[in-house]
């Protein structure tokens, strides 16, 4: 079967690093995706990898090893504001979004 | 990106009714998603609606109680049919909107609509 594991929860201080761990077993491979998503309100898109290697965005960067089905998330100078749950999804070989059950990020002050 | 608003945003429904939610997106989009997200779990497709087809439903979900609309390139509903208390969830809708990340079909989604059936 097709499988994405992350972990249920993780807290971090703000203004600190954290790094929030995705892996997958899916048929096929066309893309992995994380997605932001605030108590109560919808995902948002942060971050795309499909080819191995790190992908920097201002604060945010995620990176993808294909050959361990393996995609990580590290945010920095964490803020308040970064408290929510964060999506991992991978595209398998049908074109067809796999997701995980999500990572909800605890920041305190 | 596309903007997609989403209504209702919760309900609190009784057994055995039926209940629609609408999804309106501010452009035209091919393909729009329809997920179901249970607390601390992963998001489900319910069905994929394209305009002037059925929709096509993944394993698990029956047109008879999730019928879809699609009828235009910018609309969508998601009706719950005879719901039960195991229908309480959230329920999403999502556009495809290609092009804004190379090789990348990123979907925008609706804030949602959290129903509760007693």
């Known amino acids: 079967g097709q499988n994405i594991d992350q972990p249920t929860e993780m807290t971090a201080t703000e203004g600190a690093i954290v790094q929030i761990n995705c892996t997958y077993q899916t048929s096929g491979f066309n893309g992995l995706f994380w997605y932001q998503q605030h108590a109560g309100e919808a995902p948002t898109f942060l971050s795309y990898?499909?080819l191995d290697g790190l992908e920097e965005k201002g604060r945010f960067s995620s990176f993808l090893s294909r050959s361990k089905g393996y995609s990580y998330l590290l945010l920095k100078e964490l803020q308040m504001k970064d408290s929510a749950s964060y999506l991992c999804?991978?595209?398998?070989?049908?074109?067809?979004?796999?997701w995980g059950a999500g990572t909800k990020l605890i920041i305190k002050p | 990106s596309a903007v997609i608003s989403q209504k209702p945003s919760r309900d609190i429904c009784q057994r055995g009714t039926s209940l629609t939610i609408q999804c309106q997106v501010d452009s035209q989009v091919t393909m729009m998603f329809w997920y179901r997200q249970q607390p601390g779990q992963s998001l489900t497709l319910i069905a994929t609606?394209?305009?002037?087809?059925?929709?096509?439903?993944e394993s698990g979900f029956v047109i008879d109680k999730f019928p879809i609309s699609r009828p235009n390139l910018t609309f969508s509903t998601l009706t719950v049919s005879n719901m039960s208390p195991e229908d309480s969830s959230i329920y999403l809708c999502s556009a495809d909107a290609s092009g804004s990340h190379s090789g990348a079909n990123v979907l925008t989604f609706g804030a949602g609509s959290r129903l509760t059936v007693l």
């Open positions: 999804a991978v595209k398998d070989s049908n074109y067809q979004l796999i």
């Open positions: 609606a394209n305009q002037g087809s059925e929709a096509t439903y």
């Open positions: 990898n499909v």
